[in-house]
């Protein structure tokens, strides 16, 4: 089975500095990992995924995500926190060959100016 | 091209009524999911489609929860005897079947959801 934690549940960041938002998983068997964003009364966007490739998975909109096995962890990152990306994030966990999704509880991610 | 498409975006129902949500997939995606997203919840796996038949439906919470897809394309999620614990916003996503060049990395295409409110 699998299942993913994110930790807290509301992150704060002043524009331009450093965005981290933390993701936890579990699974048994080797996973495929996902960020999404939700922006307000809209459906899930992809920003990247993680398919046993390269650890480090660049995305959209300047967000990255590094896979580390060890740490069973899949944090976003971005260098710079625009204002546009004030939104909510999901971390979702999907073991390889199953079909659904598991999805944590989700991040809300604020700007300030 | 046109991204996943459900109707109604809202609809509000009494308790006990029957009600029914409506998914058109991406054309050409051959599996087709629903889940439910509680509010401050991230969503929740319901059921999976792969063309007609339903793959997996260990998500349904209960038998008031149905879903089809007699053509392969459009879904119908429907909900009886509805309850004030089933407000949530039903998303439902598709995936294109793989082949020589499309991945089974399991990328989903989501909808913008129906939210359901029972009074």
């Known amino acids: 089975a699998q299942s993913v934690t994110q930790l807290g549940s509301h992150v704060s960041v002043s524009e331009g500095a450093l965005v981290l938002l933390r993701c936890n998983y579990s699974?048994?068997?080797?996973?495929?990992l996902f960020w999404y964003v939700q922006y307000p009364n809209q459906g899930l966007q992809l920003l990247l995924k993680?398919?046993?490739?390269?650890?480090l998975v660049k995305g959209i909109n300047g967000f990255e995500a590094e896979f580390k096995k060890s740490e069973t962890s899949f944090h976003l990152t971005k260098p710079s926190a625009h204002m546009s990306d004030a939104a909510e994030y999901f971390c979702a966990v999907s073991a390889q060959g199953a079909q659904k999704l598991v999805f944590g509880q989700g991040t809300r991610l604020t700007i300030n100016p | 091209g046109a991204g996943v498409s459900q109707t109604p975006s809202n609809k509000v129902t009494e308790k006990g009524k029957y009600v029914e949500l409506r998914c058109d997939p991406i054309?050409?995606?051959?599996?087709l999911y629903w889940y439910r997203q509680s509010l401050g919840q991230g969503p929740e796996f319901l059921i999976y489609?792969?063309?007609?038949?339903?793959?997996?439906d260990s998500g349904l919470p209960n038998d008031r929860f149905f879903a089809v897809r007699p053509e392969g394309s459009v879904s119908t999620l429907k909900i009886q005897r509805t309850e004030r614990g089933d407000s949530a916003v039903y998303l439902c996503?598709?995936?294109?079947?793989?082949?020589?060049?499309?991945?089974?990395?399991?990328?989903?295409?989501f909808g913008p959801g129906t939210r359901l409110t029972v009074l």
């Open positions: 993680y398919t046993s490739a390269a650890t």
């Open positions: 489609f792969q063309g007609t038949g339903a793959a997996d």
């Open positions: 054309s050409g995606h051959t599996a």
């Open positions: 996503a598709s995936r294109p079947h793989p082949g020589p060049y499309i991945p089974i990395y399991n990328e989903q295409f």
């Open positions: 699974s048994s068997v080797p996973p495929y």
